[in-house]
């Protein structure tokens, strides 16, 4: 099988069972499924963390995250009818409700402290809180040099006049605040298609237009480079 043509299939089996059952197969599984080695299956996983496909733990080859999905617990958690699921950040939590579909419920904390903030959603899309906003410290160019650092900091607020006193009170920086629905909507572009069997990983350039179309134009949202993946 073509190397790329693995990697989507790969990627493809990890969030269709994530999705139907809440975990990822076992090496040994994805081995008969591939009718492959276990070591061939940890030279694919190794190939997909290299495209940011997948984030592994760090001394063994097992999924951790696999956007927009968590493996292990978070402050995100979505709720649904049957099964539920943990996303890395808030921004996650409206991708894995996108790929669910119908309705779930998103459950976190307002600046990751001790107000919780339960968001009813509908097909991708939050029914209510207009006034809430998530805040984006890091600059998406630089997401990928601490992936779980940025993840663990796009949080919501319940206005944007809090995030300045959030961040001096924890010295942490500021970045953007972007509307929740806006958010939502940039879920569902993002992550829609992530469990298609043809998935690919965006293009740099690729991301910047989907970032472009979700009305997400100024510096802060600039790639900086047109090549490689995002």
Same mark, same amino acid.
């Given at each position: ?21 809440g ?9 008969? %499924? ?26 063994? !080859?097992?999924?951790?995250?696999? $956007?927009?999905?968590?493996?292990? !617990? ?10 539920? +699921? @943990?996303a890395?950040?808030? @921004?996650c ?9 119908g ?16 968001? /009813?959603v ?27 650092? $940025?993840?663990?900091?796009?949080l ?8 300045g006193? +959030?961040?001096?009170?924890?010295s942490?920086? %500021? ?7 806006q ?10 298609? $992530?469990?298609? /069997?043809? +998935?690919?990983? +965006? ?17 802060? @949202? ?9």
């Open positions: 099988m073509d190397n790329e043509l693995a990697l989507s299939r790969l990627h493809y089996e990890l969030i269709s069972d994530l999705i139907q059952t975990a990822c197969p076992t090496t040994t599984e994805l081995a008969l %499924r591939f009718g492959a080695t276990p070591s061939d299956i940890d030279d694919l996983l190794l190939s997909l963390a290299d495209l940011h496909g997948v984030v592994l733990h760090p001394h063994r !080859p097992a999924p951790w995250i696999l $956007h927009p999905f968590s493996l292990t !617990p978070t402050l995100n958690w979505i709720e649904g009818r049957s099964r539920s +699921w @943990w890395p950040c808030i @921004w939590a409206f991708g894995v409700a996108t790929l669910a579909g309705e779930v419920r998103i459950h976190s904390r307002y600046g990751a402290e001790c107000d919780a903030i339960i968001i /009813p509908r097909n991708g899309q939050p029914l209510g809180f207009e006034s809430v906003v998530v805040h984006f410290p890091i600059r998406p160019a630089r997401a990928w040099d601490n992936v779980h650092e $940025h993840c663990s900091l796009v919501p607020f319940r206005h944007a006049d809090e995030i006193r +959030w961040s001096s009170r924890h942490l920086p %500021r970045g953007e605040a972007v509307p929740l629905h958010v939502a909507a940039l879920a569902n572009a993002w992550y829609g298609s $992530h469990a298609d /069997p043809n +998935w690919h990983k +965006w293009s740099v350039a690729e991301a910047q237009e989907i970032f472009r179309q979700a009305g997400l134009a100024s510096a802060f @949202w600039n790639l900086e480079s047109k090549d490689g993946r995002f």
